[in-house]
């Protein structure tokens, strides 16, 4: 069963404490993984997609990677409006193109 | 450009009552998903269209749920009856068609929060 772990549920830092957040899967063949950000009362907004093991992509103060297990997101030098829940997405080759699998989330607080 | 839209944002209705959501994909979006949200857990697929048609409807979870994309535009999901499970937020999500080679980034309304009391 395609399957979706984030981790830590919840995590805090400082104002430029640098970090990283996990997303383990186990997907019948990985179509793409999504990292999502939500804010309170959002719905989620769309932050990248990893295709393949090895790959990288950058925005502004966050990196995510892909290896076969799992995707990282990194912060650096975070600041207090990356405060959000971060989501991770799986679509696999087992399920439609359009299903795709969530985790439960990473809810970041960045205090000043 | 406009995003994804959905209405109404809150629903608070009784067991056994009927509700009916709209989601307003992304112009030229093709693909419209919708997903649930219960309370504690992760946000889960229901349907798939493809213009109006159903392209998967694996995580509808009964015959309490109807959804429908007439003219391939918008769509509604109709919940009848409800009941105290149907609580939770209500995700409408769409899509370009890219191909098969490459995988649909969805981008996501505001959601609705339904609670049946």
């Known amino acids: 069963e395609d399957q979706v772990t984030q981790s830590p549920e919840a995590l805090r830092l400082q104002e430029g404490e640098s970090s990283s957040l996990n997303c383990s899967y186990t997907?019948?063949?990985?179509?793409?993984l999504f990292w999502y950000r939500q804010d309170p009362g959002k719905g989620p907004e769309f932050l990248f997609t990893l295709y393949s093991a090895g790959e990288e992509k950058e925005k502004e103060r966050l990196k995510a990677t892909l290896t076969k297990k799992e995707s990282f997101l990194h912060i650096t030098a975070p600041k207090p409006e990356d405060s959000a829940t971060y989501l991770c997405a799986v679509g696999g080759y087992g399920g439609s193109q359009g299903n795709l699998i969530f985790g439960k989330g990473t809810k970041l607080s960045v205090k000043p | 450009e406009a995003g994804v839209t959905q209405f109404p944002s809150h629903s608070v209705i009784e067991k056994g009552q009927t509700v009916t959501l709209r989601c307003d994909p992304i112009?030229?979006?093709?693909?419209l998903y919708w997903y649930r949200r219960v309370m504690g857990k992760e946000i889960k697929f229901l349907l798939h269209?493809?213009?109006?048609?159903?392209?998967?409807e694996s995580g509808m979870p009964n015959n309490r749920f109807l959804a429908e994309r007439t003219g391939g535009t918008y769509s509604t999901l109709k919940v009848q009856p409800a009941e105290l499970e149907d609580s939770g937020v209500y995700f409408c999500a769409s899509s370009q068609d890219l191909g098969p080679l490459a995988y649909n980034e969805q981008f996501f309304g505001p959601g609705t929060r339904l609670t049946v009391l």
């Open positions: 997907v019948s063949g990985l179509r793409g």
């Open positions: 112009s030229g979006h093709d693909n």
């Open positions: 269209f493809v213009k109006e048609s159903k392209q998967d």
